[in-house]
């Protein structure tokens, strides 16, 4: 018989998803900060819609951070929960010194496009897995970041 998780999910399968989601969880806590960051940092005439928008942003991906490491728990796994844990996985990079506008929104653009990469691969392994439970929060998530790339696109357009 299979080893089966409390979800009744295959325990090796399921440790593969929960280690891509632990590095899908660092990727967004680099995500969190770098919009923090933006957030304090931008000047410019367009200050009061990026100060606004990335706030918007950093809060979501504060819910997303959660959902992600909450998963991994209901798979058996452990999320990280350090800042040496994340940057020792992370892919993404910091943002430092950065204040304008149009450089911002490209890293941005640059960081959901990544996740959303992440995300497209760890819905393929759940699947596989039979984790419908990842697939849906992945699919969801998918959508959204889709949603956003268009939006910030079609905003960065006009920034010069
Ligand atoms: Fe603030």
């Given at each position: 018989?299979?080893?089966?998780n409390?979800?009744?999910l295959?325990?090796?399968?399921s440790?593969?998803i929960a280690?891509?989601?632990?590095?899908?969880?660092?990727?967004?806590?680099?995500?969190?900060?770098?919009?923090?960051?933006?957030?304090?940092?931008?000047?410019?005439?367009?200050?009061?819609?990026?100060?606004?928008?990335?706030?918007?942003?950093?809060?979501?991906?504060?819910?997303?951070?959660?959902?992600?490491?909450?998963?991994?728990?209901m798979i058996g796994g452990?999320?990280?929960?350090?800042?040496?844990?994340?940057?020792?996985?992370?892919?993404?990079?910091?943002?430092?010194?950065?204040?304008?506008?149009?450089?911002?929104?490209?890293?941005?653009?640059?960081?959901?496009?990544?996740?959303?990469?992440?995300?497209?691969?760890?819905?393929?392994?759940?699947?596989?897995?039979?984790?419908?439970?990842?697939?849906?929060?992945?699919?969801?998530?998918?959508?959204?970041?889709?949603?956003?790339?268009?939006?910030?696109?079609?905003?960065?357009?006009?920034?010069?």
């Amino acid at each position: 018989m299979e080893n089966k998780n409390i979800i009744g999910l295959e325990v090796e399968n399921s440790n593969h998803i929960a280690e891509a989601l632990n590095e899908l969880l660092a990727n967004h806590q680099i995500y969190y900060q770098n919009l923090r960051g933006f957030h304090w940092l931008i000047l410019g005439k367009n200050f009061f819609q990026l100060h606004e928008k990335y706030e918007a942003l950093y809060n979501e991906a504060a819910d997303t951070i959660d959902e992600i490491a909450e998963r991994i728990l209901m798979i058996g796994g452990t999320p990280l929960h350090t800042f040496e844990g994340y940057l020792e996985i992370a892919d993404l990079k910091s943002a430092k010194d950065i204040r304008s506008s149009k450089e911002s929104l490209d890293v941005v653009e640059q960081n959901v496009l990544f996740l959303t990469n992440s995300i497209r691969t760890i819905l393929k392994q759940a699947s596989k897995n039979n984790d419908e439970g990842t697939v849906a929060i992945m699919g969801e998530l998918i959508s959204r970041y889709e949603k956003q790339l268009w939006m910030l696109s079609a905003y960065n357009a006009t920034i010069d």
